[in-house]
């Protein structure tokens, strides 16, 4: 018969406290490393918050020669790339995602899914070159003289589409970044509707319902609270994408009425400046634009993980 | 139109739109890699893998770039990788049911989706402007912190597939957690754990934004991991934006290295987890 021998006993314990203290300092790290982003940044952007205090945020102004600037045209930006890429990629999203659930073969259903997950993992930079390159100049020559002529001609709309037609601009950002979330949004949405009880879609094609009727009446109001935790997923990720949009969004720190002229966001701003930064003011002027992109990203995505945590333990329940 | 015509006909319609959008998704892929394909194969060359990043109109190729990359990269993942794992084993083991746990993993989930170049920002304002220059280390560091949270996440999804029974046998024969964690836990899940490294070095492997004002760039050969160094993802960024014909050559060529790349690592990480499922199902 084995006896414990109390100096191996108590060695073991030793170890045990050792590694149950190393594993928790590296998950406490994890949040020590988001405090210290908050608390770094603040802190970097204090002398332009103390210097411009509320107005940073209101004045359309950036003029690095008389170092007075303001976070207007970036915040402007930055909203509408990203609403001009959730009005095109969720639809399409949900398009894909219905497909895959409802619609597809078994046996493409994989490779498919695979290759929307493929084109998750492409990196921003190369959205960015082939924006540039061959987005940019085909919306150049075919789509934007069509929206000028017959978009630009209606009122209120029209205003969004007047002016030459540069090919970089804001819509281009919008679309680069409407098909760079795409394939997040798609794959939730599709893992969403996954978890509808299938009893529930079959009760539904029992009584007679199609295809399309089963999915809004039944998979979608299951889903609601998946879908849109799915979206603002997207919509964070178009918040905070910085190289895809540096390359077509074109740079010019001011609020023009049309989308086709060229703009900025607040991610290329600090992207395409801040190496070039001279003087402590335009250096913390652009970390308070990145500490306003933190903030506005942070809400976003907290309320999208809040979301589809919510599902996950009502998915729970019902399993 | 009799009613059940207009319903089959509006159930038509937005299924062919829903097999619109699919064609729309993959044919953005198709584009990209088919865009990548024709410009970047002309600038394969041998040249790439020995000559250093040239001047404009000089030839050259992308060596410096894409060690470099290579060096930050795997810098990143032996720094960032070791705590994500620690921290997953935290969650999955220690504090499975701990309020602090479902603390840390609100903010892992954030930390996943905040957009990168807020990650450079720290870095540069806690290391860049502390040491007074841009470095390598500043660049690893940053790709570390990007590294965390997907480590973290698949670590703790792995662990917590692993058979209660296992664990169980493990403590019957009086080992503490962290043998059984050590000798039982984690080689059960060690192909989930390894394709969370490979998922995290695809992921850090393209970014460009934290890099930019870390690790800064550098036209010349450097092993100094206090010196700026130069990464292929910022080169991409400098050569394709620059009017020299033979710089956007090279851009091209490093965005189709970079994106193979990243897709056979994407794709081995899918193929290791269907494996490890199928052999679970089985």
């Known amino acids: 018969m084995a006896i414990i021998d109390p100096r191996h006993a108590a060695k073991q ?38 210097h411009f205090g509320f107005s940073f ?21 930055t909203v509408v790339t990203s609403l001009i890429a959730m009005l095109l990629a969720v639809p399409a999203a949900f398009g894909i995602a219905l497909f895959l659930t409802e619609l597809c073969p078994p046996l493409l259903k994989r490779p498919i899914g695979v290759a929307v997950e493929l084109l998750a993992a492409v990196p921003s930079i190369i959205f ?13 020559r075919y789509v934007q003289p069509w929206l000028i002529l017959h978009v630009g001609s209606l009122p209120l709309v029209g205003q969004l589409f007047k002016g030459p037609p540069f090919g970089i601009g804001i819509l281009t950002a919008g679309v680069v ?44 109001p299951h889903s609601r609270v998946g879908m849109v935790g799915g979206i603002m997923l997207g919509l964070g990720r178009a918040l905070g994408e910085t ?37 402590d003011l335009y250096t913390s002027s652009l970390i308070a634009l990145g500490l306003l992109l933190f903030l506005i990203t942070f809400t976003v995505i907290a309320a999208a993980q809040a979301m589809l945590r919510r599902l996950e333990r009502r998915g729970g329940s019902v399993a | 139109m009799n009613r059940r015509g207009l319903r089959k006909a509006k159930n038509g319609a937005f299924l062919l739109l829903s097999l619109l959008a699919t064609m729309t998704g993959l044919a953005c892929l198709a584009a990209i ?23 404009p109109g000089g030839q050259g190729g992308l060596l410096n770039a894409l060690y470099g990359s290579a060096v930050m990269t795997l810098l990143g993942i032996l720094i960032g990788s070791p705590i994500g794992v620690l921290a997953g084993t935290y969650l999955a083991e220690y504090g499975r049911n701990s309020r602090l746990s479902s603390v840390i993993r609100f903010i892992n989930d954030v930390l996943l989706s905040a957009p990168s170049i807020i990650i450079g920002l ?21 790709l570390a912190v990007l590294a965390i949270p997907v480590t973290l996440r ?37 192909s989930g754990i390894v394709t969370g490294l490979l998922l995290a070095i695809a992921r850090i492997s393209g970014e460009t934004a934290p890099l930019l004002f870390t690790a800064l760039n550098n036209q010349f050969w450097s092993t100094d991991l206090n010196a700026p160094m130069a990464n292929l993802p910022v080169v991409i960024f400098q050569f394709a934006l620059s009017p020299y014909k033979d710089w956007q050559d090279l851009a091209w060529a490093g965005a189709l290295i970079i994106t193979v790349s990243i897709l056979v690592l994407s794709i081995s990480a899918r193929v290791i987890l269907a494996l490890l499922q199928s052999d679970r199902g089985a």
């Open chain 1, 177 to 220: 970044l409407a098909i760079m979330v795409l394939p997040f949004i798609a794959a939730t949405m599709r893992d969403v509707f996954d978890t509808v009880p299938p009893m529930l879609k079959e009760s539904g094609y029992g009584l007679g319902a199609t295809t399309w009727e089963v999915m809004w009446h039944v998979v979608v």
């Open chain 1, 243 to 279: 190289m895809a949009v540096t390359f077509v969004i074109g740079n010019a720190h001011r609020i023009s009425g049309s989308l086709l002229a060229p703009g900025t966001t607040i991610s290329s701003s600090i992207a395409n400046e801040f190496t070039e930064a001279v003087g």
């Open chain 2, 33 to 55: 890699l088919w865009t990548l394909l024709s410009h970047g194969v002309a600038g394969m060359s041998w040249h790439l893998f020995t000559q250093m990043t040239p001047p």
């Open chain 1, 128 to 140: 960015g070159i082939w924006g540039l390159f061959v987005l940019a100049p085909v919306l150049q």
């Open chain 2, 122 to 142: 720290f870095i540069y304002e806690i290391v860049v402007v502390r040491m007074g220059h841009f470095s390598a280390i500043a660049g690893a560091l940053a």
């Open chain 2, 154 to 190: 698949t670590t703790e999804d792995m662990l917590n597939l692993v058979p209660m029974g296992m664990k169980d046998s493990s403590a019957a024969l009086g080992a503490y957690p962290w043998r059984t964690t050590l000798s039982v836990l984690y080689p059960a899940a060690r």
């Open chain 1, 13 to 50: 314990l030793i170890y045990e406290r050792i590694f149950r203290l190393a594993t928790l300092s590296a998950a406490i790290l994890v949040l020590l490393i988001l405090g210290g982003v908050a608390v770094s940044l603040v802190r970097g952007a204090w002398p332009a918050i103390a």
């Open chain 1, 57 to 77: 945020v209101t004045r359309e102004i950036w003029n690095p020669v008389t170092d007075e600037y303001g976070a207007l045209a970036p915040i402007y930006g």
